[in-house]
């Protein structure tokens, strides 16, 4: 797990090894709540934390102050984030969750937009709901 800081770093080198090397990079930004009474309170480092491990080691988490996680997955395809998000959202009994994802360079080719983008459709799902994920297009 990494602050904001570190990650844009992050996110903007490995945009230019993707467009050097032709591969996509996605990001999914997602809140999670963990289900189950008597668990008492989670807190969102934790599960940022518990992402973190649940992902492969060339991967990428951050912690923003407002409670949102930030996921960089290296040589990931939008098509790819729905089973990816499965998975987490399962392995840790997540009751609520809403997630919003973006890629390189299929729906933007700059490190800004791709956050953007992710955190404006994260808080798409989550205004109509939760238990969503919406990918740009």
Not at 28 to 40: D, I, R
């Amino acid at each position: 797990m990494v602050d904001d800081a570190l990650f844009q770093l992050l996110l903007e080198l490995e945009m230019h090894k993707a467009q050097r090397l032709r591969y996509t990079v996605s990001i999914v930004c997602l809140t999670m709540e963990q289900s189950g009474a008597g668990n008492g309170h989670v807190s969102d480092t934790s599960i940022a934390e518990g992402i973190a491990v649940r992902l492969r080691g060339t991967d990428v988490v951050a912690m923003r102050a407002e409670g949102l996680v930030l996921c960089l997955l290296v040589d990931a395809e939008t098509a790819h984030l729905p089973s990816i998000l499965e998975r987490l959202t399962t392995w840790m009994h997540m009751a609520s969750w809403s997630a919003g994802g973006s890629s390189y360079p299929r729906t933007a080719t700059r490190a800004e937009d791709m956050v953007r983008q992710a955190i404006d459709l994260h808080t798409r799902a989550r205004n109509e709901g939760g238990n969503r994920l919406y990918i740009a297009s």
